[in-house]
């Protein structure tokens, strides 16, 4: 059963660099494809990017300025780094599985970042 798990500071100052970490078990992460998806409070889910199977990443066009995610094969994790934080980006972010016709079908617990100074 293919776990994740997301880590990383749960606060982040304005201007500062937002990275998190997820970590994958009971699967290799180059036979999936990975995404992160944040929701920040009282809003809908917002697909932020993913990494493909190959290792190719894609990404949101309204982030694709400031994000970037990567893939450690030898360490089975994906990390996402969003450059520039504001408070805007305050969410919970998770990351997840993609199945067939990008259903995200296994789901990290999701982590809370906060971007306050």
């Known amino acids: 059963e293919v776990q994740l798990q997301e880590s990383g500071p749960g606060l982040v100052k304005p201007s500062q660099t937002l990275s998190l970490t997820c970590t994958v078990s009971?699967?290799?992460?180059?036979?999936?494809?990975w995404s992160w998806i944040r929701q920040p409070p009282g809003k809908g889910l917002e697909w932020m990017g993913a990494?493909?199977?190959?290792?190719?990443?894609y990404y949101s066009p309204s982030l694709k300025s400031r994000t970037s995610l990567s893939r450690d094969t030898s360490k089975s994790q994906i990390t996402l780094q969003l450059s520039s934080a504001t408070p805007e980006d305050t969410a919970v972010y998770c990351c997840?599985?993609?199945?067939?016709?990008?259903?995200?079908?296994?789901w990290g617990q999701g982590t809370q970042v906060t971007v306050s100074s």
């Open positions: 997840t599985k993609v199945g067939l016709r990008w259903s995200f079908d296994s």
């Open positions: 009971g699967g290799s992460i180059t036979s999936y494809s």
């Open positions: 990494i493909g199977y190959s290792g190719g990443p």
